[in-house]
């Protein structure tokens, strides 16, 4: 295990989404291939976000306005407004590039199994897509990890 790398354990085979599809799109495409995110790129090829189910739950979710303080005349905000404005945004999109996020967490197929679950971990995240020379080439997600450690990768 110690000396696999991302090659050994990633799905080469990726679904992917562009992101002028729709959110529905977006979610007959999970549900049809029972996964719960996609990488979104664009028709160059070129990777430029990745989507989840949280993202399409979001669409049917009640928006909550961030809680404030008003002091003299300044208000304070007790949440992140930037959550709230990218909760907003994905709540009332209606294409992936709308709910979309795009800081995507990558890996070269290269890089060890503990690079992965480390980047995993410190990022909060269940799928890395594999990039090479700049381009698509795998994904993988923590039940690759899993299988991975349990000796059975692939």
């Known amino acids: 295990m110690d000396s696999m790398t991302a090659r050994d354990i990633m799905k080469a085979d990726v679904v992917t989404i562009g992101p002028t599809a729709t959110v529905r799109e977006l979610a007959e495409l999970l549900s049809t291939h029972e996964i719960s995110g996609v990488p979104v790129v664009n028709e160059s090829g070129d990777l430029v976000g990745v989507v989840t189910e949280g993202d399409v739950i979001l669409q049917d979710a009640d928006l909550h306005f961030p809680h404030y303080l008003q002091f003299l005349d300044s208000i304070i905000y007790l949440e992140s407004v930037r959550k709230f404005e990218e909760r907003f945004r994905k709540t009332f999109g209606n294409r992936v590039a709308d709910v979309m996020s795009t800081d995507v967490v990558t890996v070269s197929p290269d890089a060890s199994i503990h690079e992965v679950t480390t ?3 410190d990022n909060g995240v ?3 897509p594999v990039l090479e020379e700049g381009r ?10 899993v299988r991975a450690i349990a000796g ?3």
């Open 136 to 145: 698509l080439v795998g994904i993988i997600t923590r039940g690759d990890v």
């Open 119 to 121: 980047l995993m971990a």
């Open 126 to 128: 269940n799928r890395v």
């Open 152 to 154: 059975r990768a692939g």
